[in-house]
């Protein structure tokens, strides 16, 4: 089992749809997690970071965090094609390195 | 603008020949890391850095080294005894837990 899981997709949404990103993580000591988006041939870019239970919204995007179910979402409301892109979810694990623990990706098609 | 840089952007490496992947930022964040990016395998760390002057190896450090001599600076060395270096190279940084910021990379090819 790897530490961090995303589905890897494509997932695929209408423009204007709601896209729903999901994340586990194996490891409960795990204390905050990031969502970075990569396009084709880019390099990763930090979009939204949780650090406690709950939401937090940063204009259309959404990050939800549920420790007791080890999970991470995020939420992209109102979907444009310029959302197309691979998201990364990462998970950081606590210590002195500040090495973060990423999944594979989720990739992401919005449709005109 | 503060912001992390690395060059070139594109590199040719001939067998047996060993290459430098330049590194620079100017945000004054304490750690450093190098990533390699392959094709379905997600970002794979090779070494990382917290302080000037030490290092530690990632998962895949074998035919890679590094150096720290200065706060801004952390060049990756490929070496010919990494025998698939082709890859999309990423160095990243940060200053506490609040996530890393990524330079744009350098796509190393073997000719």
């Known amino acids: ?112 | 603008d503060g912001g992390i840089t690395q060059s070139p952007k594109y590199l040719f490496r001939k067998e047996g020949q060993n290459v430098t992947l330049s590194c620079e930022q100017n945000l004054n964040h304490d750690a450093m890391y190098w990533y390699r990016q392959d094709p379905g395998q997600g970002l794979r760390l090779i070494y990382y850095s917290q302080i000037v002057n030490d290092f530690q190896k990632g998962d895949i450090a074998e035919g890679y080294s590094v150096s720290r001599e200065k706060k801004e600076s952390f060049p990756l060395t490929v070496t010919s005894a990494q025998k698939n270096p082709t890859a999309f190279y990423l160095c990243a940084s940060s200053l506490s837990i609040n996530g890393y910021t990524f330079g744009s990379g350098t796509r190393l090819t073997v000719v």
């Open chain 1, 1 to 112: 089992q790897k530490e961090v899981e995303q589905n890897s997709g494509p997932l695929s949404v209408p423009e204007g749809a709601i896209a729903s990103l999901n994340c586990t993580y194996s490891d409960r000591g795990s204390q905050s997690f990031f969502w970075y988006r990569q396009y084709s041939g880019k390099s990763p870019e930090l979009i939204m970071s949780i650090y406690s239970n709950g939401d937090k919204e940063d204009g259309r995007f959404t990050a939800q965090l549920n420790k007791a179910s080890q999970y991470v979402s995020l939420l992209i409301r109102d979907s444009q094609p310029s959302d197309s892109a691979t998201y990364l979810c990462a998970a950081y694990k606590g210590g002195n390195n500040r090495k973060l623990i990423w999944g594979l990706g989720t990739s992401l098609a919005v449709n005109p």
